[in-house]
Each structure stands twice: as structure tokens, then as C-alpha cells.
């Protein structure tokens, strides 16, 4: 296990370096810090290792269906150390997100401190500046994310020996957060708008990335200031379709401002099929047990932009009627068609139909019939398509959004609520994002639940419910948990499940699907199934906990061991 010692003084020794163009990392080759960074081509690759996916992801590639600590996913009945208030010093992840981000920062550094020996040796600086640029992008984005997950950490912009490395105490972060912030604005003025052809970072992912950590930190001025820069560059937008905007065949999109390709031809970032069957339904070939929750269907407000338990429209026997249209866009919906087949989970239905033939065929999405169909009767729409099995052969290439248009619009929305300056600007922003998923206008308030000016405390539930509509499943919503503090509420509620197979029937039978009755939504916007438990309606897959120091995650332990300065975060 590599500690932040050996990490820094790992990029004064070697670095790995790609020998591809077009981002694809294998093979890789070495070059000697003594001679390299001589070339416009040396820096470009140097550059190049930052976008392969450790460093983009930051948890590795194949980690996403355990990324997402929140209650918008479930995996069957499975609780990670986080979502058990077991998180220790030991955890892979934490420990991952540690290193790669310590690993990125010493090879950019190498970068920015080096590149002068390119132009000294006749490289053109108008070649050299954007991939500099690129450099102080990506030292940021690792500041930030260490920011936000470990609070205080060590900061360092130079090659240092082992000794000073062996005694690296952590660094305040509001002084750490305002050398990120130097660097994204660094990382600004050096960078193009736009690439032709290639998708790297750019201007606009600077100052997108520079308004999230600064929302996640608080610092919502800031944030304010550069979402609305991102604004007002004027070459983003909302994608027309929002379901369009998910599927594997949207490889660009006027609302992609950062993104990491997959390609299954070039054998880059894929998905597999671990990922892929964990995330459909079993009536496609797939196994169903990465699910959203009962908590996620029912925080999507009404069509009139009402809570379900406030609104005359709401059937908690049709959940999905008269819904915000991303409900039934990000959860597939029961009788509609999905990869072939109607879905339906209910125990009546032994049989469904297989769309293509038009016959009635064995359900094997009905926990009456297969006991490890969706535990909760729940599976993702979004981002899957049939493209997954027909043709990619249970394979993703999908690419992974990072940044998009639409999140830039509710991080400027959310500052200027959390500093009270609540106007026009903040309506529009909030009602361009709602207006699309009804797909019409902002301006055509008669055909959409639009936003209106309220106080700061209405505004501010408003906001966080519209971004857990929007952003649902893109691994966004545990950051929102965190800094809004509402964790305690959020992460102490069971995870609730469909009764036991043998039981189901009697539910069903009683009137009782697929809710017996409208669950609570509390201030928060967090539902509360107890009455449905109570009443034998629903019953628990697992227990989340919740210790307020997981707020913070804590400095691997490895590190604490090596340096009498590295002191450890509170509570573990």
C-alpha cells in the first residue's frame, strides 16, 4: 500500500507516461525526469496520463456501482462500511481516492514546474500552454476532491526529499482551497473554449469545476461567480431531450462540459459485464441488484411540483402517473416497455409480453416467480439502452459525464440562494432546468410546475429537490447529503424492500400495490416508509447508520503510521 511519502517522491523518480494520442493509456512507457518535458510531445503525454480513469474517476474504474454512499442506490441488501457507520482507516476506496489524487498532483506538478524546458528547446509556447493549462485544471480538481472528502490536507507544488516528506503536517484548507482556486483560474486563462475533434479540458470545465468544490466548501460567492462565468460564455445548453442525453449513442451533447469517453472498439473505459447485468433487469439476461431506491421514486415531486404526500395527483398504487416526467425517464416505469419486454414486477403478472414477438413469456422479473428479481421492483432506465445486450454484447460504452450544463445552472441557482440574493437570474436557471424535462420553453409557464420567487428557506428545499430529480444516479447526490448536513436524516432510514415472495400475493390481493399508502416526505425531502412497514406492506433490506464523523473521511492509516505529523481525523 503506497503512502503519501512514497506518492511524492514516485514523480521525481519515474513516470509513466502514454504513448497514445487519443488518450488510451496502454502500453505504457517510461521516461527519465532528468531529460523529459523537452518536447511539446513530452508534455502532451505527461498530461495524457491525468485522463486515465484513476485519475478521472478517482476510485477506480470499476467502482461506480459502490461510488454513490447515498439513498438513491441500493445493491439487494448490502451495506458498505460507509453506509454502516463502520468506515475505518482501512477502507479501500478512502484509501484509493488518498493516492490517486496525491499520485495526479505530483505528476502535474512535474508538469508545471518542468514545461520550460520544452520552450527552451524551441517548442512553440502556443502548443505548450494549453497542455500547462490542463496541468493546473487537474491539480485542482485532485485539491478539491481531497478538500471535500478529508478536510486539512498536506499541500505541495515542488519536488521534495524524503526527509521533508516524512514530516508533511496537513495544511489548513481555506489555504489549500485558495491555491485550488489559483490554479482553476490559472487553468482558465490558458485553456481553449473548445477542442476540434478531441474532448479534453477546456475554459469552461475549469470554471465549472472551480464553482463545485467551492459549493461543496461553502464558499458560495465564489461558486456563484464562476457558474456564472460557465453562463455566460454562451456555447453550453440543455440538450433538448433529457432521456436522449443518457444513452450510449449521445457522445456529445451542448451540455457536456466534461466528460470521460468509452469506446468498446478501442477497448477504452468500457463497462462490463459485471457492471452492465448487476444494472438490468433479469428478463434482459441481467441480474437487477443495483437498483434505485424506494427513497429516489419517491422524492420526484408530482406534475404539478407538489410531494407526493402533498399532492391531489399522487397513486401510490401508480406510482409513476402524474409524475415529474425524469421519474419515469430515470426509473423504468411499470407496464411500459424496456429492452423488449413490459416490465412489471408485480405478482400478478406470471407472464409479460416480449415486444418484438409479441408473445407472452416467463417473467423473470416478478419476485413471485424469481426470488432474485429487484428486491424493491425497482430498475434504472437511465443511461441503458438495448444496445447494452444486442449489440455490445452486455457491454457500456456510455460516456461518463462529469460536468454538464444543467448542474452549472443549479450550482449558480443554490449559491445565490444560500446568499440570499434570490432574483430573476435564479428562476431562470432553476425554471431552464425543469422546463426541459417537460420538454418546453422556461418562458411557457402554463405547460410546467414553474418556480417562483419564495423565501430563502422554500427556495432552498425547492433547489435541492429539483437536483435530486436532475442529477439522479450521476454520483452527485452523497456530496449534497454532506454539505447540506442532512445526513443524519438521510442515512439513518432502513432501506426498504418488497415484502417476502410468499407474501406478495396476499399484498396484492388486499390492494396493497404497490404502496398501501403515500409515504411522508419530511423538510428535507426524504421519504419515511414506517406506517408501510408497520402495516406489513414493505419490509427492510438493510439499516443504514449514521456517525457525524463520517462528515470527514479519515487519512489512511498508513500515512499515520509513517509521519508523527499526519494527525488523523476526529473519531477514528
Not at 106 to 127: D, F, H, P, T
Not at 392 to 401: M, R, V
Amino acid at each position: 500500500m503506497r503512502n503519501l511519502i512514497s506518492l511524492i517522491l514516485f514523480s521525481a523518480i519515474v513516470l509513466l507516461l502514454s504513448s497514445c494520442h487519443d488518450l488510451n493509456l496502454s502500453p505504457l512507457s517510461s521516461g527519465s525526469t532528468e531529460s523529459w518535458y523537452s518536447s511539446a510531445d513530452e508534455i502532451r503525454l505527461a498530461v495524457n496520463k491525468a485522463y486515465q480513469s484513476d485519475f478521472l474517476l478517482m476510485d477506480g474504474q470499476y467502482d461506480e456501482n459502490n461510488s454513490d454512499w447515498s439513498d438513491d442506490t441500493m445493491y439487494r441488501q448490502t451495506l458498505l462500511a460507509f453506509q454502516n457507520a463502520t468506515l475505518d482507516a482501512q477502507n479501500s476506496l478512502t484509501r484509493r481516492r488518498w493516492i490517486n489524487n496525491f499520485k495526479l498532483i505530483s505528476k502535474m506538478n512535474a508538469v508545471i514546474n518542468k514545461y520550460q524546458r520544452a520552450i527552451s528547446n524551441g517548442a512553440s509556447e502556443n502548443e505548450i500552454m494549453p497542455y500547462v493549462g490542463e496541468a493546473y485544471f487537474f491539480r485542482a480538481r485532485a485539491y478539491g476532491e481531497l478538500l471535500y472528502h478529508f478536510g486539512d490536507v498536506p499541500y505541495y507544488t515542488d519536488d521534495i526529499d524524503i526527509t521533508t516528506a516524512k514530516n508533511m503536517s496537513r495544511t489548513d484548507k481555506n489555504e489549500v482551497a485558495q491555491h485550488m482556486n489559483e490554479d482553476f483560474d490559472k487553468a482558465a486563462s490558458l485553456l481553449p473554449t473548445s477542442y476540434s475533434g478531441d474532448q479534453r479540458a477546456t475554459r469552461g470545465a475549469a470554471l465549472a469545476f472551480k464553482a463545485r468544490y467551492n459549493l461543496y466548501l461553502g464558499n458560495f460567492a465564489i461558486a456563484a461567480d464562476a457558474a456564472k462565468q460557465v453562463m455566460d460564455m454562451g456555447i453550453y445548453k440543455l440538450e433538448a431531450n433529457y432521456a436522449q442525453l443518457f444513452l450510449p449513442t449521445t457522445t456529445s451533447s451542448p451540455e457536456f462540459i466534461f466528460i470521460m469517453p468509452r469506446s468498446i472498439s478501442a477497448k477504452l473505459n468500457v463497462l462490463d459485464a459485471g457492471y452492465v447485468r448487476n444494472y438490468i433487469p433479469r428478463n434482459q439476461g441481467g441480474w437487477a441488484c443495483y437498483d434505485p431506491t424506494w427513497d429516489l421514486l419517491a422524492a420526484y415531486t408530482c406534475s404539478d411540483g407538489l410531494p407526493i404526500d402533498k399532492s391531489p395527483l399522487f397513486n401510490p398504487h401508480d406510482p409513476f402517473k402524474n409524475r415529474d416526467p425524469r421519474c419515469s425517464m430515470s426509473i423504468v416505469a411499470f407496464g411500459s416497455e424496456y429492452m423488449d419486454y413490459i416490465y412489471d414486477p408485480s405478482p400478478k403478472a406470471k407472464e409479460v409480453k416480449q415486444v418484438s414477438t409479441g408473445k407472452m413469456v416467463y417473467n423473470n422479473d416478478t419476485r413471485a416467480n424469481k426470488f432474485y428479481a429487484s428486491f424493491n421492483g425497482l430498475v434504472w432506465r437511465k443511461y441503458a439502452d438495448e444496445s447494452w445486450i444486442t449489440t455490445n454484447g452486455y457491454q457500456s460504452e456510455n460516456p461518463k459525464i462529469m460536468m454538464r450544463y444543467a448542474d452549472v445552472l443549479l450550482m449558480y441557482a443554490e449559491s445565490k440562494i444560500e446568499l440570499n440574493q434570490i432574483d430573476q437570474s435564479v428562476l431562470d436557471a432553476m425554471n431552464s432546468v425543469r422546463a426541459r424535462a417537460y420538454g418546453v420553453d422556461k418562458s411557457e409557464v402554463d405547460k410546467y410546475p414553474a418556480f417562483s420567487i419564495k423565501p430563502q428557506k422554500e427556495m432552498r428545499y425547492d433547489l435541492r429537490i429539483e437536483r435530486r430529480m436532475e442529477l439522479a444516479g450521476e454520483h452527485l447526490r452523497y456530496a449534497d447529503i454532506i454539505r447540506w448536513k442532512i445526513a443524519p436524516d438521510a442515512f439513518s432510514k432502513k432501506c426498504m424492500m418488497l415484502v417476502d415472495p410468499s407474501n406478495l400475493n396476499a399484498l396484492y390481493e388486499a390492494g396493497n400495490w404497490f404502496w398501501g399508502k403515500t409515504p411522508k416526505i419530511d423538510e428535507n425531502g426524504i421519504a419515511d416508509f414506517s406506517e408501510l412497514e408497520a402495516a406489513g406492506m414493505c419490509m427492510p433490506a438493510s439499516e443504514r447508520k449514521w456517525d457525524d464523523r463520517q462528515y470527514l473521511w479519515p487519512i489512511p492509516s498508513a500515512e499515520i503510521e509513517i509521519n508523527p505529523n499526519m494527525k488523523q481525523n476526529p473519531g477514528y
